[in-house]
């Protein structure tokens, strides 16, 4: 029970990754805070971590907006009394453009949602993070580690993401805070499922062939699931990682080398 009676509060819970965090925190003694833009999904998730044993309280938030993300750590302490781990996973898909063509208006309206939401909600949760000597995790991507186009505008959002990672780590580690990132590469979901069943069909191959593609450019020739990825955070926001702060763990069957 890594988590044992430990409070997680995961921003940003969706289909993939979001989940898998929640669930495996639950699976390791966590209650869990889940927060996102949609009620009847975040219902869905609750109903798995209350299976697994744990608490679920589930705040509908919009993370780009102040008071929102203030009432939702209001929340989050009134109802457990604590918070011991923020996990930031909140994501919008950048333009997919090269920087010498993309809006610049597309640029900021992503940057609230991939940047400053996390700075937003760790700002937030400071002083009862501070309380618990919690830690902080920013799930960030293997698209830091190459310059491909079009992911300029991807490689912006998430190279700034790592930065507000860093530099809190400074800030709040005399805190008694920890503050990491992981980077993920491809992770075995439904939207890659999606992604590559379409690109099988534009190609007329079988989408296993996608796969096989692309997990030939790994060392383990197979893609990340979501509970590897999961696992990885919460190992970041466990005791095991006590020493740990202002990294970045990569999490990509060895696609990349860091």
């Known amino acids: 029970m890594l988590l044992a009676e430990k409070v997680v509060l995961v921003a940003g819970v969706g289909p ?32 798995k971590v209350e299976a697994a ?20 750590v209001r929340r989050a302490v009134d109802e457990f009394g604590r918070v011991d781990a923020l996990v930031n996973n909140a994501f919008a898909m ?4 090269s920087l010498g063509k993309v809006e610049f208006d597309d640029l900021r309206e992503n940057f609230e949602v991939n940047v400053l939401a996390a700075l937003r909600l760790t ?9 618990s000597g919690g830690a902080v995790v920013m799930v960030n ?24 990672a860093q530099n809190l780590a400074g800030e709040l580690g005399p805190k008694g805070v920890r503050v990491n990132s992981v980077a993920p590469g491809w992770i075995w979901a439904d939207s890659l499922r999606w992604w590559f ?6 190609r007329g191959v079988p989408a296993q062939q996608i796969y096989d593609e692309v997990a030939a450019t790994t060392d383990l020739r197979r ?19 006590r020493g740990i702060t202002g ?12």
């Open 16 to 47: 993939g990754l979001g989940q898998a965090v929640a669930v495996r925190a639950a699976q390791s003694g966590a209650d869990v805070v889940l927060a996102a833009r949609t009620e009847p999904y975040l219902s869905e998730v609750a109903g």
């Open 53 to 72: 044993g744990r608490r679920a309280l589930v705040v509908p938030t919009d993370l780009t907006d102040d008071d929102a993300s203030a009432a939702l």
């Open 94 to 97: 950048p333009p997919m453009r």
């Open 123 to 131: 700002r937030l949760l400071t002083p009862a993070l501070i309380e």
């Open 141 to 164: 991507s293997a698209v830091l580690r190459h310059s491909r186009r079009p992911f300029g505008p991807y490689k912006l959002a998430k190279a700034g993401l790592l930065a507000v």
């Open 197 to 202: 069943d379409h690109q099988a069909e534009q």
């Open 223 to 241: 893609l990340p699931e979501p509970d590897e990825v999961a696992d990885a955070v919460l190992f970041l926001v466990s005791d095991l990682a």
């Open 247 to 258: 990294q970045c763990l990569d999490v990509n069957c060895g696609e990349f080398h860091h």
